[in-house]
């Protein structure tokens, strides 16, 4: 009797069996990116020692990095839901502090003095640079992490809360070498003026950049995470609304950027000002947005996975573990525990964060915004989720035992599977043993 393959089959298309390119292979492209990063590194931290001096530059280092943990581990926080793999982070990280760093004090250094030149205006130049050169370079500096992420980490990349985790993570890298330039500036001021303690130009530059508003740039570079994000929801065939949701997020963080750097040009108070009354609310905002998303995706995860319970894949408490921060960490704790130690816990991690991929998969694919390979790529993930749910499964159901609601764990779905009908019986699995 014949058995269907648990993948769909292909016909190798026209030299698919020739070996590609030297550019091609993925160590190439590796190894391009890491030598670009690092020579960027190298670049950005010869400018900006040359800038501050040694010991400015190791003033400015010690203070720049206190907010950096933080930062990152809200980040991290956010994206808890469906984790994105760590070396997309480091990439962002690296891309904002070096990179971006890099395009944005030569190309602000270049046209304030070309501007200075032209006008024989000096103070004007620096205003103009400011307010308007600074917010386009910076923004579309940082803004190009993102779009490499979207463009060529797309499988990593499905939503509003992956945009504000590449964006904020990028923009907390930039923000991390610029603090270093200001911070280490502002400390070779006071060894020439003499000033220490509250009074000196360290002290108020520290207060204003690492106390008052370390959030600034990752404020302005999320809303073209955003703008990414909304793009990765729509349709593939929906090619103009793709295309300016991230120039729209693009235009609103240089203007919200140009608005906050010039706000000093406001009055003895206007930085103050601005600060209260619309940095504060914006980020305010902009947080509770991205709690609710998280929370929307975890609704998501619970309103999908029974179709899987149905098939047979999952079990039938797994839809609410899933969908509950609470009852992941209470199946990993519960694996490593007693199932085999870290590495039962990352077992049940990787499983965790397969369901909640599947889950979004399934959900767009029934709302028409699935991609082409949607069976392959479910087919994959399920494999995945198979392969673990001889640790998985016990944990998940000792949490759901733990922490179920009195209601019923979830309801009974409709027997629908996008693009093939759901396997009848358990007994239909291609991967039950």
Partial sequence: MAISPPYPTYSPGPGSGAHPHWWQRRWVRYGALITLLALSGLVILALVRRQTGTEGFLVGLGLAVLPVPWLIAAFRWLDRVEPGPWRNLVFAFAWGACAAALIAIVANSFATKWIATSTADPASADTLGATVIAPIVEESAKAASVLLVFLFRRRDFTGIVDGVVIAGVTATGFAFTENILYLGTAFGTDQLTGDSGIASVTAATFFVRIVMSPFAHPLFTVLTGIGFGISALSSERQHVRRALLPLGGLLLAMSMHAFWNGSSSFGEF????????????????????????RQRELRTVREELPAYVYAGWL???????LGSMRARRTARDHARRHFGGRPAARAVAQYEAYATSLAFLRHRGRRGRAGADFVVREQELLAELWQRRGVARPALEYAARVSAPARPLYAA????????????????????S
């Fill in 413 to 432: 779905p409709a027997p629908y599977w996008y693009g093939r009908p759901a396997a009848p019986h358990p007994a239909h699995n291609p991967y039950r």
């Fill in 315 to 321: 079990g039938p408490a797994e839809p609410f573990v």
């Fill in 270 to 293: 206007g930085f103050f000002a601005v600060y209260g009354a619309f940095m504060l609310p914006a980020f305010g905002l902009l947080t509770w947005l991205a709690i609710w998303t």
